[in-house]
């Protein structure tokens, strides 16, 4: 990601300035493609993993956001259940990244790209096929 730039949303500065920082649209979308059935989990590195065992969730993990200049890039990295049908998932991931961070920010997203980087077999499928 570039530097931590910061999104001016407001028009009138009357008032002041108001500035998302992108740790808040990451945070947006991850919480957003959680939401779609079919998402099992989304890609972290080690550090978050390492993190999450500790107790803190990071709600971001699997996500990276791009400032550019023609608007905002969002990559998701994400792992699906098993028997659901990948561009069905990935199209509802997309479209609810893109309502949240428009409810939320009034921002509008460039690019919404969808990375499926595996799928999650059911644990509980595989001890019934053990026992069988």
Same mark, same amino acid.
């Given at each position: 990601?570039? =530097?931590?730039?910061? *999104?001016?949303?407001? =028009? !009138?500065t009357s008032? /002041?300035?108001?500035e998302i920082a992108p740790? $808040? &649209?990451e945070v &947006?979308? /991850? &919480?957003?493609a959680? =939401?779609?059935s079919g998402v099992a989990q989304m890609r972290g590195n080690f550090a978050s993993n390492?993190?999450?065992?500790?107790?803190k969730k990071n709600h971001g993990k699997g996500?990276? $956001? =791009? *400032?550019? !200049?023609? /608007?905002?890039?969002? !990559?998701t990295f994400s $792992?699906? !259940?098993?028997?659901?049908? &990948?561009p069905k998932v990935a199209q509802q991931i997309q479209d609810n990244i893109r309502q949240a961070i428009k409810n939320m920010t009034a921002l509008e997203i460039e690019e919404v790209n969808v990375h499926i980087v595996g799928v999650q077999i059911d644990k509980e499928e595989d001890t019934n096929l053990d026992e069988a």
């Open positions: 990601m570039q =530097e931590n730039h910061l *999104l001016k949303v407001s =028009e !009138d008032l /002041g300035n108001v740790e $808040v &649209i &947006i979308a /991850g &919480i957003a959680n =939401e779609v390492v993190t999450e065992r500790f107790g996500i990276k $956001v =791009e *400032l550019t !200049d023609k /608007g905002i890039k969002i !990559d $792992v699906l !259940d098993y028997g659901v049908s &990948i």
